[in-house]
């Protein structure tokens, strides 16, 4: 299984930016996605995930819930993490993961495969 990050980049607070999570080598329908993120110097934190097809079941961070949509293509083999009304605690490299389990549970606990991360930086 393979998952390539993309879309980060710089934005103003208060701006948006979409981030996709491309899949390979395995069927996106039956699995969960997430996303974590991890800030310089501080400790990686879990962001959001969209459990299997079949479920569509969704769960964010406190931090970011309002603001964050996750979404999945499965057509496209692809996972998006929707970021508006961004801050610059926001200012984070983004990481998909999977753990090739059907429900978000047991995906963020301890995901076993995870993409090389995108940086997204929230600056005026």
């Known amino acids: 299984v393979q998952l390539q990050a993309s879309g980060g980049g710089l934005v103003q607070p208060g701006g948006s930016l979409r981030l996709s999570c491309a899949t390979s080598?395995?069927?996106?329908?039956?699995?969960?996605i997430g996303w974590f993120r991890q800030a310089p110097g501080k400790e990686r934190e879990k962001m959001a995930c969209?459990?299997?097809?079949?479920?569509?079941?969704?769960n964010y961070a406190d931090s970011v819930r309002g603001r964050f949509t996750i979404s999945r293509d499965d057509a496209k083999k692809t996972v998006y993490l929707q970021l508006t009304n961004l801050k610059p605690e926001d200012t984070a490299v983004y990481y998909c993961?999977?753990?090739?389990?059907?429900?978000?549970?047991?995906?963020?606990?301890?995901?076993?495969?995870w993409g090389q991360g995108t940086l997204v930086t929230v600056s005026s």
């Open positions: 080598g395995t069927i996106l329908d039956d699995y969960a």
């Open positions: 969209i459990s299997s097809s079949s479920d569509g079941y969704t």
């Open positions: 993961v999977t753990d090739l389990r059907g429900t978000c549970l047991a995906t963020m606990r301890q995901p076993e495969y």
